[in-house]
Every structure is written in C-alpha cells, then in structure tokens.
C-alpha cells in the first residue's frame, strides 16, 4: 500500500528557502511545534460539524451524522493499519463487533454503565488483537487478509452462538444508552456531542502517533522491512503494536455503536462489512490523514443517496468504486494531486 | 592494538551443502577501517549478512564488544550500535528525505507511546532534537535542498548518500558499508571516500565491503581477501598488494605472467 510522505505539501511549500528558512525557525523554540498543520484543519471540519445539529432541519440527519462519525473511526483505524502499515485486515468489522458485545453485554446482562463500557470495550478489543496478532501477523499479504477474515468469521458465529449473552441472530436488547447524572444520551441530538468528541479524540491520537518514532517505524517497516530492522525498529512488534492500536479504536466504535442504537446483531459485523472498510480506505486514499474521512463519508452518504432504486444500489456503488479507483488510485484524497498532475502536464505539452 | 570491537571466530555458513563461508576469524579493532575483498561469489555479501543478522551461521560465533551476537535478530543487533548500508538500496522511498533519516534516529528516541499520543512538551522536545540531528546530517551530506522530497526522487547516488546518512542517525558504533561507491561518478565515491575518512578520524570503526581498489587501498588499515569463502590473506595494502595468492585470485596470474 501506499505510503505518502507526512511533511511533504505545506510543510515544504512553507520552507521555500530550504534550510536557511529552517534556521530561521528553529531558534524560535526548543522544541517541536506543539500544532501541525492537521491540528488546525481537523479543529476546523470539526468545528463546521458541530454546527450539524443546528442546521440539520430533522433529527434523521444528526442520526446519519454520528454514523458518520462512528465510520470515521473504523476506517481510520484501518487505514492506520492498512494505509500506513500495509497490513491489510479483513477483520475489521470483527472488532467492531467485539467491541458492541463486550460493552453491550456489560450493560444489559451486568448492568454496567456503558461509561464503564466503553474503556473495557477498547481494552477487550485490543487485547483479543494482541492474543491473535502474535500468530496472525507472521503471515504477509494475502495470508494475513485470510487469517484475519477467518477472525471474522469465528466472531460472527459466537455472535450468533452465545445466545445466552448475545441474543443470538435476534441481536442484542436491553443496552442501556449513555447518562450523564440521570440525564440519557438516548436520542440523536443528544449522542452527537459524545460521537463528535470521541472520534475527534480518535483522529488526534492518529494524528499523533503518526507523527511519532512510532508511526515513522510503522511506515518504515511497511515501505522496507529490511531497511527498517537495519534500523533497530523490530518490525514484528511495531505491527503488533498497531494492529492492537486499530483494534482498540474499533472497539470504542464498538462501543458508541451500541449504546447509541441500544442494540446489536450479526449481521452489522460480518465479513462483508470488513470487506466494505477495505474498500472506503482505499477509495477515500489509503496512507493518507484525510482519506477516511471521505471514505467515511461516501460510506455513509452513499447508501442513502440510493435508497429509491433498491436493487440497483449495490451495484451503483460498486461501479462508483471501480471508477473512482481506477481514475484515482490514490483514492478521493489524492484526485487533487492527480488534477495538479494532469493540468501541469497539459502544460507542460509543446504546442 | 587497541581492543576488537567486532570478533569473528570459526564462522562458517554453508547453503544447501554450498560453502559460502568457510571457518572464517577476524577482529575489527576499535577506530579501525577493515575492508573485505575478493571476487564475485567469494563470500563478501554472506559475511555481512551474517554480522548483520540477516542470514544465520550454520556455525561459529559473532561478537561485539565482547558479546556474543550471532543468535540476535537484526533489529537487536542495531540497538548494540551496528549499523549497515545495502548493496541494493533499501531506502523508504514513500518517505521525504528526512523523514528517511529522522527513522534513523530510531534509536535515539525514548518518549513512551503515552508521550507520543498526548503530544506533550517531553515529546516534542526531543522530537525536536531529532529532526535537527536529522538536519545536521542531511546539511553534511548535501541534501537538505531535499529534505522534503519523497526520497524515491532521488538520484542514484544521493540514494547512496542517504542511505549513509540514514546509518549515522543512530548515532553506531560500527558502521558496515556494503559497496557504498558501487555505480557512482567518481566524484561521487570521493565525497563519500571523504566522508568515511571523516568518521573513522573522529572514532568511528568501518567495516567496509568494497570493489574500487583506489578506495580501498586508500582508507584501509587492514584488508581481508576472501576467495570461494576461504580467507586468503590479510594485512596492510601493500602486503595484499603484492600476495600471490591474491594476485591469482583476481588476475588468474600464474608463474609465467
């Protein structure tokens, strides 16, 4: 997978004079710029998202807003996993629905609050991603994506199978929403403020560690294993450490998933989901921050736009996906890159 | 003679019943320029694989700094302060320039995942440290123009010389150079002559694959001929240099040329 550079574009374009310009700047402070420049674009789209609940003329819409929200953390997180590191997981969807189960049956069978929930939902995810990603991750390519969506599989039938905690294929009832002091988070205007923080939260810990010895290790052990162990990074715990990483956040989005609907099922977790996650990193573009947050987006929207013509969504999705990745292989991020490519060879042609 | 830095004793690596190495000892000492020379096939590449980590001794022992290495995996080997370049270039094209090299400040880094997560002053700090070690290095080596750029833009030889920038990042404390003047100008290979000179005169012990005799007569302290495996000679480059075995090996000389 594709890898872009972190501190390309702005970054270079703001150092025009090279080092001297560096210079310049480093005897301002003694340490690193406390903000990137992706602080302060993710501050603003999620500063223009708070604004939904207000403009949204019915509640059907802040509803689709915090799915929306909730996608943004799945596909980030997989794109984490996928884009950066290159380590495709057909299981992404499994952990999601861990995560809804764990937190889910702790309220409605123990009676936990799902403030307790949410953490022992990210902490059982991550964990189940630690036990599984010490064999798993040996394998490479196409073998991990097997493995992984064996994973899948073998969640989706103990969702269906543990009927005793699960509800079995009827789903899951009795999950208590979100409270703060007596006052329920129980409708969507009232989730929304909750989703918002969380995935924003989400997007700035991605942010961060990317911009980290962690993620440099993560890219440098997707992009060259051998250059990377040459290095000291050890490359089988860097993946390690990222797949628990993506699973924990699936986790939380297990987790606000099923406090939000009240419910789960199989089905919402099931491979074709997992499949589904693949396809928005790479069509939002894969490796890059921005990326899942469009993939997101089309997977939330989408579905919506084509609700009059039934039978033929899915394949209209499909066709949208096959364009767009084969006009745009870097995914709906790099079509900017790609129209600067293209405009600037137009250019560049001798008439 | 100052203490070895790097051991090798009885090393032996066969594939499939091929003798790649044969019973091979050595030391580098410390502040020393070693290179090994021989042949194509002549085992150069599998000893340093072997020190490295990357391929396994079927016997013998490997140690650094008096301990013994040769069951660690690469990336622990790097941690005790051995770092290489490739043959083959294995730079991380996806990434700038610098940021090819801040990775290689791996090492060097120690704010906890914690740290890194919450951004705060303690991680940014040193952060910051990095990326102008980082900077210091790419200045020497010509190539903070680049610094942005993805470092698969490069050329050839800036690769090269990136990729010995990359090494250094981690601050080693035995550099193992596999042909680092291999395809380049000649200018080129005397900037990075020049550059190894620099290290070894501030301390730096080199070991140093190499097929440009000129460079390697004019760094080397020791030389180490290697032929089919076997070590053939070894001394100063005036003793090679005048070796009949090694003038056979390389010349195909015999009692009449």
Same mark, same amino acid.
Request: proline share 4%.
């Given at each position: 997978?594709?890898? %872009?550079?972190?501190?390309?574009?702005?970054?270079?374009?703001?150092?025009?004079?090279?080092?001297?310009?560096?210079?310049?700047?480093?005897?301002?402070?003694?340490?690193? %710029?406390?903000?990137?420049?992706?602080?302060?674009?993710?501050?603003?789209?999620?500063?223009?998202?708070?604004?939904?609940?207000?403009?949204?003329?019915?509640?059907?819409?802040?509803?689709?807003?915090?799915?929306?929200?909730?996608?943004?953390?799945?596909?980030?997180?997989?794109?984490?996993?996928?884009?950066?590191?290159?380590?495709?997981?057909?299981?992404?969807?499994?952990?999601?629905?861990?995560?809804?189960?764990?937190?889910?049956?702790?309220?409605?069978?123990?009676?936990?609050?799902?403030?307790?929930?949410?953490?022992?939902?990210?902490?059982?995810?991550?964990?189940?991603?630690?036990?599984?990603?010490?064999?798993?991750?040996?394998?490479?390519?196409?073998?991990?994506?097997?493995?992984?969506?064996?994973?899948?599989?073998?969640?989706?039938?103990?969702?269906?199978?543990?009927?005793?905690?699960?509800?079995?294929?009827?789903?899951?009832?009795?999950?208590?929403?979100?409270?703060?002091?007596?006052?329920?988070?129980?409708?969507?205007?009232?989730?929304?403020?909750?989703?918002?923080?969380?995935?924003?939260?989400?997007?700035?810990?991605?942010?961060?560690?990317?911009?980290?010895?962690?993620?440099?290790?993560?890219?440098?052990?997707?992009?060259?294993?051998?250059?990377?162990?040459?290095?000291?990074?050890?490359?089988?715990?860097?993946?390690?450490?990222?797949?628990?990483?993506?699973?924990?956040?699936?986790?939380?989005?297990?987790?606000?998933?099923?406090?939000?609907?009240?419910?789960?099922?199989?089905?919402?977790?099931?491979?074709?989901?997992?499949?589904?996650?693949?396809?928005?990193?790479?069509?939002?573009?894969?490796?890059?921050?921005?990326?899942?947050?469009?993939?997101?987006?089309?997977?939330?929207?989408?579905?919506?736009?084509?609700?009059?013509?039934?039978?033929?969504?899915?394949?209209?999705?499909?066709?949208?996906?096959?364009?767009?990745?084969?006009?745009?292989?870097?995914?709906?991020?790099?079509?900017?890159? %790609?129209?600067?490519?293209?405009?600037?060879?137009?250019?560049?042609?001798?008439? | 003679?100052?203490?070895?830095?790097?051991?090798?004793?009885?090393?032996?690596?066969?594939?499939?019943?091929?003798?790649?190495?044969?019973?091979?000892?050595?030391?580098?000492?410390?502040?020393?320029?070693?290179?090994?020379?021989?042949?194509?096939?002549?085992?150069?590449?599998?000893?340093?694989?072997?020190?490295?980590?990357?391929?396994?001794?079927?016997?013998?022992?490997?140690?650094?700094?008096?301990?013994?290495?040769?069951?660690?995996?690469?990336?622990?080997?790097?941690?005790?302060?051995?770092?290489?370049?490739?043959?083959?270039?294995?730079?991380?094209?996806?990434?700038?320039?610098?940021?090819?090299?801040?990775?290689?400040?791996?090492?060097?880094?120690?704010?906890?995942?914690?740290?890194?997560?919450?951004?705060?002053?303690?991680?940014?700090?040193?952060?910051?440290?990095?990326?102008?070690?980082?900077?210091?290095?790419?200045?020497?080596?010509?190539?903070?123009?680049?610094?942005?750029?993805?470092?698969?833009?490069?050329?050839?030889?800036?690769?090269?010389?990136?990729?010995?920038?990359?090494?250094?990042?981690?601050?080693?404390?035995?550099?193992?150079?596999?042909?680092?003047?291999?395809?380049?100008?000649?200018?080129?290979?005397?900037?990075?002559?020049?550059?190894?000179?620099?290290?070894?005169?501030?301390?730096?012990?080199?070991?140093?694959?190499?097929?440009?005799?000129?460079?390697?007569?004019?760094?080397?302290?020791?030389?180490?001929?290697?032929?089919?495996?076997?070590?053939?000679?070894?001394?100063?480059?005036?003793?090679?240099?005048?070796?009949?075995?090694?003038?056979?090996?390389?010349?195909?000389?015999?009692?009449?040329?």
């Amino acid at each position: 997978m594709a890898c %872009a550079p972190l501190m390309n574009g702005t970054r270079a374009s703001s150092h025009p004079a090279g080092g001297d310009q560096r210079r310049l700047n480093h005897t301002a402070g003694r340490s690193a %710029a406390p903000l990137l420049p992706d602080h302060w674009r993710l501050l603003l789209f999620w500063l223009v998202l708070l604004t939904v609940p207000f403009a949204a003329p019915n509640e059907y819409l802040v509803s689709l807003a915090n799915l929306f929200l909730i996608n943004v953390i799945l596909i980030a997180s997989l794109n984490l996993l996928m884009g950066y590191g290159g380590q495709i997981s057909l299981g992404h969807a499994g952990f999601f629905g861990l995560g809804a189960y764990v937190s889910g049956i702790l309220s409605a069978k123990v009676g936990l609050s799902a403030w307790i929930g949410l953490p022992a939902a990210m902490l059982a995810t991550g964990l189940a991603a630690l036990v599984i990603g010490v064999p798993v991750l040996r394998l490479r390519g196409l073998y991990l994506s097997m493995a992984t969506l064996g994973w899948n599989a073998i969640l989706v039938v103990m969702f269906n199978r543990l009927v005793e905690l699960t509800g079995g294929p009827n789903g899951l009832l009795g999950v208590a929403p979100f409270s703060i002091g007596g006052f329920r988070l129980d409708t969507d205007l009232r989730e929304f403020p909750l989703v918002w923080l969380v995935s924003l939260l989400v997007m700035l810990a991605i942010l961060h560690v990317l911009h980290s010895r962690f993620g440099r290790a993560l890219r440098a052990v997707a992009t060259n294993e051998l250059g990377a162990e040459a290095l000291g990074i050890d490359s089988a715990r860097t993946k390690l450490l990222f797949f628990v990483l993506s699973a924990g956040m699936a986790g939380i989005a297990g987790s606000l998933y099923v406090h939000i609907n009240q419910y789960a099922s199989p089905e919402t977790f099931s491979i074709s989901n997992s499949i589904l996650y693949v396809v928005m990193v790479a069509l939002g573009g894969s490796g890059t921050f921005w990326g899942p947050v469009l993939g997101a987006l089309i997977y939330t929207a989408v579905p919506q736009l084509l609700l009059d013509y039934e039978d033929a969504e899915l394949m209209l999705f499909g066709l949208g996906m096959l364009i767009v990745l084969i006009a745009f292989p870097r995914g709906l991020a790099g079509v900017p890159a %790609a129209l600067r490519d293209w405009h600037g060879g137009r250019q560049a042609r001798p008439t | 003679m100052s203490a070895a830095l790097l051991k090798i004793e009885a090393l032996n690596c066969y594939f499939q019943g091929l003798r790649a190495v044969a019973d091979l000892g050595f030391t580098v000492a410390v502040g020393e320029i070693k290179a090994v020379i021989g042949p194509n096939g002549a085992g150069k590449s599998t000893l340093f694989n072997m020190i490295a980590g990357v391929t396994r001794p079927t016997s013998g022992h490997i140690f650094f700094d008096g301990d013994r290495i040769d069951t660690l995996p690469t990336f622990a080997r790097a941690r005790l302060g051995i770092a290489r370049t490739f043959q083959n270039l294995q730079i991380f094209r996806e990434m700038t320039v610098l940021e090819n090299v801040v990775a290689g400040c791996h090492l060097r880094g120690h704010a906890g995942f914690t740290r890194a997560i919450l951004r705060d002053r303690t991680f940014r700090t040193e952060e910051r440290a990095l990326e102008e070690a980082s900077f210091e290095l790419l200045e020497r080596f010509n190539l903070v123009d680049k610094a942005y750029l993805p470092a698969g833009a490069l050329s050839y030889g800036e690769m090269k010389v990136l990729e010995l920038a990359r090494a250094l990042a981690g601050e080693p404390r035995l550099l193992l150079l596999d042909e680092p003047t291999a395809g380049l100008p000649r200018a080129e290979a005397e900037h990075i002559e020049g550059v190894v000179r620099d290290l070894n005169e501030q301390g730096m012990t080199v070991l140093l694959v190499e097929h440009n005799m000129r460079m390697v007569m004019s760094l080397s302290h020791d030389i180490l001929v290697l032929n089919n495996g076997v070590r053939i000679a070894e001394g100063s480059g005036d003793e090679i240099s005048r070796h009949p075995d090694v003038l056979t090996a390389y010349l195909g000389a015999t009692d009449d040329a």
